[in-house]
């Protein structure tokens, strides 16, 4: 049965296929068009892809950039109140040290 349907398909050869193939080049237009300006349109949908959600929702989109509220990850609860004092001028308690 495999065998009967394996039959050659009788079809012409596509035009361009028969050895004689014509060579054209693109013109600086479309030459631009493809390289410059669809890479540009596929950033600007994926941009808009991104945002365009976040700015239906009402989202800044932007960094909050003001000074806001001071942190000290994994320093005392209770701020600097809790820091030792330096007892003299020897003392490495109390900040950081420099000398020239």
Do not use: K
Request: hydrophobic residues 45%; proline residues 8%; aromatic residues 8%.
């Amino acid at each position: 049965m495999l065998a009967l349907l394996a039959t050659p398909v009788w079809a012409d050869v596509p035009e361009g296929w028969d050895g004689q193939t014509e060579h054209r080049s693109p013109d600086f237009l479309h030459a631009l068009g493809v390289y410059l300006g669809a890479p540009l349109l596929l950033f600007a949908l994926i941009a808009l892809a991104v945002y365009l959600p976040a700015m239906i929702r009402g989202e800044r989109l932007l960094p909050d950039h003001s000074g806001g509220e001071a942190q000290w990850i994994g320093g005392p609860r209770q701020g600097v109140a809790e820091l030792p004092a330096a007892d003299g001028e020897d003392s490495r308690a109390g900040g950081a040290s420099g000398s020239w």
